[in-house]
């Protein structure tokens, strides 16, 4: 999506500034604060929130960064995790721009590398005419990562970047594919489940847009990885949102009102949604939770398939 741009002539509804956020006519001061009443209106859901030790998983791109800058900014005690994903420059580049942000934050950064790199999976996976679509492999991988890691090292809760685009379009693809199984994903916070040895997850950014985001990250300089991941093509969820935008340019707050109806209609309320953990078990062969017949998780299977 492009920039957001300033309108110097707009003024704030609030103090007379000079507004930064053209739908909304707020001033800079006063949209970090509506910003941060966003993102508190997640936090509170967190037990005990100041002694949580939270794992932000960064990628280089503008809502994970932002995440993070946003729980510093609060007084939160945060590590940031990145796994380097051997996907050529990309990683390069997003390598180099999260570990400037750890520095200029004064931040934690734990570095994972994959191996063997996701292209190099990839190309294993279809010699044996084992064909999954890059993204999915590469997000099963990632929330395996971080979920591994945040627990062995006693964190109790992973943070990821994910803002309300994300979560509309996925939960409208599930609603037209009748997938009701993901609607735990409807939560803004999960608690940890130790027994099954599940981090809690926490999406601050859940009530923000795309826009509203880049818009922080443009007010508060925040360098974002610039190229684009080779298999972003195609995406489902990419085309849904396009056409989202383009409805809430003549129906301002049409994503946030869809996106509540969505809860509503699942009879589910912030927050309260458990994550139904009946047929969870140990996977056979890391221990880790999975749901598969079988008992082995899609992870083990992905490494299994290897040369
Ligand atoms: Fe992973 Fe897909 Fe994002 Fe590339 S575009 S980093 S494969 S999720
Ligand atoms: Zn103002
Ligand atoms: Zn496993």
Redesign the pocket.
Known sequence: MNQPGINKFLKCKFCNARAVHPRLRLCKEHFIRYFDKKVLKVLKHVPNLENQSLLVAVSGGKDSLTAAHVLKRLGLKITLYFLNLGIFDFSLESERVVKAFAKTQCLDLKIDVLKPSLPELLQSLSKKKIFRKPCSVCGLIKR?RINKYAFEQGFSFTVTGHNLDDELSLQILNLATQNFEQAERLNTVLMPKPSLKLAGRVKPLYWLSEFDIALYAKLNNIEVVNSRCVYNKGNKQFLIKRCLNNVEQSIPSFKQGLLKSIRKLLKHKAGELEFDTSNVKP??????P?TSKDQ??????IFENLD
Do not use: E, F, I, P
């Open positions: 395996y996977c056979k062969r890391c221990g880790y999975t082995v998780c899609s992870y083990c299977k």
